[in-house]
């Protein structure tokens, strides 16, 4: 059974009921065919989205073409702290092949392999390149065991600098 078939049968039974619910899915702005999954969504009666993190040079220029207005979208945001961690995002998403090629990707395995580096400064980056992005709603933070600059984020301090 397919995800938009699933919430064509929720919706039906919801409509039984006369409660409302507002059903929401996920989407991958890394991969182009994202766009067509995500009209059969809507389509089905989804209303909202998560994203997953937007880690290839390609995702915001994907994300631009979703459409707008009727849909509200929250921004997935990674939070690797190694490599190891961002490689994670690879299996998860199924795209090793893809990803692991992609320039954007690459910079950020760069980043990652630096002894220098840190994650916080590259997940406050990250949040500022979705600021600018006036149709995501929200953000969806995705620690995995980063536990650490996920409290540190939401430090008075911290979110000052991020405004």
Known sequence: MSTTDAFSILLHNYSKTNNHVDLW???NPNDRKSLESLEEKIDSGMTGFITQPFLSAEAFDIFDLYPKGQVTYIAGVAMPKTVKNLHFWLRLLEQQEELSSDPLF?????FFERLDCDSLEWIKKELLKLETHTC???VHFMPMENV???FALFDKKT???IK
Do not use: C, T, Y
Request: charged share 20%.
């Open 25 to 27: 899915g996920v989407i």
């Open 106 to 110: 690459g910079s950020h395995v760069n």
């Open 136 to 138: 995501i709603d929200g």
């Open 148 to 150: 650490g600059d996920l």
């Open 159 to 161: 979110h000052s600098e």
